[in-house]
């Protein structure tokens, strides 16, 4: 059905205005624009604070390495696997406790702590171990109350007790085999757990 204007005119359908007389044939209504979605700011993540150094000044490095150090001394009845042992397990629980990922280097890094720690540890033992014979009456006395015992390693180890330069050479030895072997240990843990 066509509609017509008051004046007569017919319109064409939707027509807004007359097109003979220009009267308005229906009110117009403003379309208001549609508002684009508003979306959420996300801000960026905070970038991760850089790993603090490997060193002795670490606290974190260096309560680890304290535990495993006496954990590993404890263990000396199993002596190469021990040092071994102590660095992987300190350069794991470094990665672990803290997050950080840990390259060779650093995994290297946190077994040499290790492995002094633990050579101060079985230093001071065996400082203590001379003391105790020298406060019993010297390694002569002592070695008397031992002579019962056919382990040849006990009697090796009272020779060596009898001369300083043997000590001192024992001491050197125990600290390239317990610090490199710990550090083996931080470099394979590193290499293994270091990037997971």
Request: proline fraction near 8%; aromatic fraction near 10%.
């Amino acid at each position: 059905m066509a509609d017509y204007c008051t004046c007569g005119a017919e319109l064409p359908p939707d027509a807004l205005f007359c097109h003979k007389c220009g009267k308005p044939q229906r009110q117009i209504v403003a379309v208001e624009p549609e508002e684009p979605p508003i979306e959420p700011v996300v801000a960026p993540p905070l970038p991760r604070p850089e790993a603090p150094p490997l060193s002795f000044r670490n606290p974190v490095a260096l309560r680890i390495a304290i535990l495993v150090a006496i954990g590993a001394t404890c263990l000396s009845f199993l002596p190469y696997l021990n040092w071994l042992a102590a660095g992987y397990f300190a350069a794991f629980f470094y990665r672990r406790r803290t997050g950080y990922s840990l390259n060779v280097l650093l995994g290297i890094r946190m077994g040499w702590i290790t492995g002094i720690l633990m050579f101060v540890i079985t230093a001071v033992l065996f400082g203590g171990l001379v003391l105790v014979i020298n406060a019993s009456g010297g390694v002569d006395q002592f070695q008397a109350q031992f002579r019962n015992m056919a382990d040849p390693r006990v009697q090796e180890m009272f020779q060596i007790l009898r001369n300083r330069s043997d000590v001192l050479l024992l001491l050197g030895e125990l600290f390239v085999f317990i610090t490199c072997l710990s550090m083996a240990g931080g470099a394979l843990a590193a290499k293994l757990v270091g990037r997971h």
